[in-house]
């Protein structure tokens, strides 16, 4: 949720800028996730979704898995999938909402994950939302995609597909490498856009390795709803995504203008005694941050509409020229 926070909040100001309420979608080329991450790109990319519509969805995410554990610790799939079902119906074409096949303005997006098939070969995958040009497609569901990108098996158990050829390919989380897909981000746009350059990428974090208290609270009030296991992970998890980050702009210092990661540093406390459901409560968590990174978000927020502005009118000026050729 923090997440969806942050970029509400700069993506609010483009809307102070440009004085007209705006979709996420409609300013950005590709959109990437993964694990939660990724079902967020697919609320805002795939279903074209508003940030309200997107932290509404993502309340029921949280409330369809809350406390609903099983045995091994890990949550719960049934509910999370009728969440996912309810999600499909309300914003897209129903319960089987197809990855492909987007009506109205496309935004490219996609999720990462890993498939293991029937010889246990483990493999990086993208799955999109469009035809890339070079590799061939994965036909999906928004359902199956999202089950597939948060396939940590800590927290739920693995998808797993019967394919038409009798094989089953079971879907793990992105990975180490990937749980930040920011290099997968940006050498998926130079596939995509080759002769463009990169006028602004985005990375968005749930919140630095230090925020998360990974000690076991003695207190009977604020037992973790997740176990130590859950909690260590959710380490794991920023850790990585912290340092996929560091290298990124250490490997690639021609984009410093370009690149902008936000994830916030200040912690909930301990982990176990935050209700991150609780919109408001994280808003107040976050001001401090979103503060500290104000100036920021708002050069984002005048670059991202200059460049919409720039892309409207070229595509003006294409149109223009395309009535006089056939004329």
Same mark, same amino acid.
């Given at each position: 949720?923090s997440?969806?926070?942050?970029?509400?909040n &700069? @993506?609010?100001?483009v809307?102070? !800028?440009s004085?007209?309420p705006?979709?996420?979608?409609q300013? #950005?080329?590709?959109i990437?996730g993964? %694990?939660?991450g990724g079902?967020i790109?697919?609320l !805002? %990319?795939r279903?074209?979704? =508003?940030m309200?519509?997107? &932290?509404?969805?993502y309340?029921?995410?949280?409330?369809?898995?809350?406390?609903?554990?099983?045995?091994?610790?890990? #949550?719960?799939?049934?509910?999370?999938e009728?969440?996912?079902q309810e999600?499909?119906?309300r914003?897209?074409?129903?319960?089987?909402?197809?990855?492909?096949g987007e009506?109205?303005?496309?935004?490219?997006t996609?999720?990462?994950?890993r498939?293991?098939?029937?010889?246990?070969?483990?493999?990086?995958?993208?799955?999109?939302?469009?035809?890339h040009?070079?590799?061939?497609p994965?036909?999906?569901?928004f359902?199956?995609?999202?089950?597939?990108?948060?396939?940590?098996?800590?927290y739920?158990t693995?998808?797993?597909?019967?394919?038409?050829?009798? =094989? =089953?390919t079971?879907f793990?989380?992105a990975?180490d490498d +990937?749980?930040n897909?920011?290099?997968? @981000?940006?050498?998926e746009?130079m596939?995509?856009?080759?002769?463009r350059?990169? $006028?602004? !990428?985005?990375?968005y974090g749930a919140?630095?390795? /230090?925020t998360? *208290?990974?000690t076991p /609270?003695?207190s009977?009030?604020h037992?973790p709803?997740l176990?130590p296991v859950?909690?260590?992970?959710? +380490?794991?998890? $920023?850790e990585?995504?912290?340092?996929?980050?560091?290298?990124?702009?250490?490997?690639?210092l021609e984009?410093?203008?370009a690149?902008?990661?936000?994830?916030? *540093?200040?912690?909930f406390?301990?982990i =176990?005694?935050?209700?991150?459901?609780?919109?408001q409560?994280?808003?107040?968590i976050?001001?401090?941050?979103a503060l500290?990174v104000?100036?920021? /978000?708002l050069e984002l $927020?005048?670059?991202?509409?200059?460049?919409?502005?720039?892309?409207? $009118?070229?595509?003006?000026?294409? &149109?223009?020229?395309s009535?006089?050729?056939?004329?």
């Amino acid at each position: 949720m923090s997440m969806l926070l942050l970029l509400r909040n &700069m @993506l609010r100001q483009v809307e102070q !800028l440009s004085h007209e309420p705006i979709l996420p979608c409609q300013y #950005f080329d590709l959109i990437a996730g993964s %694990g939660t991450g990724g079902f967020i790109a697919l609320l !805002l %990319g795939r279903l074209r979704l =508003t940030m309200d519509e997107a &932290m509404e969805c993502y309340k029921w995410f949280i409330d369809s898995v809350d406390m609903r554990t099983k045995t091994g610790g890990n #949550f719960k799939v049934a509910p999370f999938e009728e969440a996912l079902q309810e999600i499909s119906c309300r914003f897209g074409d129903g319960e089987d909402t197809q990855m492909t096949g987007e009506r109205g303005p496309r935004c490219r997006t996609f999720v990462c994950v890993r498939d293991k098939g029937q010889f246990g070969v483990i493999r990086s995958k993208r799955l999109r939302t469009y035809a890339h040009p070079t590799e061939p497609p994965y036909q999906c569901t928004f359902l199956e995609a999202v089950r597939a990108t948060m396939g940590n098996a800590v927290y739920f158990t693995p998808l797993s597909i019967s394919n038409d050829n009798g =094989t =089953t390919t079971t879907f793990l989380d992105a990975g180490d490498d +990937h749980y930040n897909p920011v290099y997968d @981000l940006y050498d998926e746009a130079m596939s995509l856009f080759p002769s463009r350059d990169v $006028a602004y !990428l985005v990375s968005y974090g749930a919140g630095q390795a /230090s925020t998360i *208290d990974v000690t076991p /609270s003695r207190s009977l009030f604020h037992k973790p709803r997740l176990p130590p296991v859950g909690i260590l992970e959710m +380490h794991h998890l $920023a850790e990585r995504c912290d340092a996929t980050s560091d290298a990124f702009i250490r490997n690639n210092l021609e984009l410093q203008r370009a690149y902008y990661r936000f994830t916030h *540093d200040h912690g909930f406390g301990r982990i =176990t005694s935050a209700r991150c459901d609780q919109i408001q409560a994280l808003v107040e968590i976050l001001r401090s941050y979103a503060l500290l990174v104000d100036d920021i /978000s708002l050069e984002l $927020a005048e670059k991202m509409l200059d460049e919409r502005e720039l892309a409207s $009118a070229t595509r003006r000026r294409a &149109m223009r020229e395309s009535m006089a050729g056939l004329a």
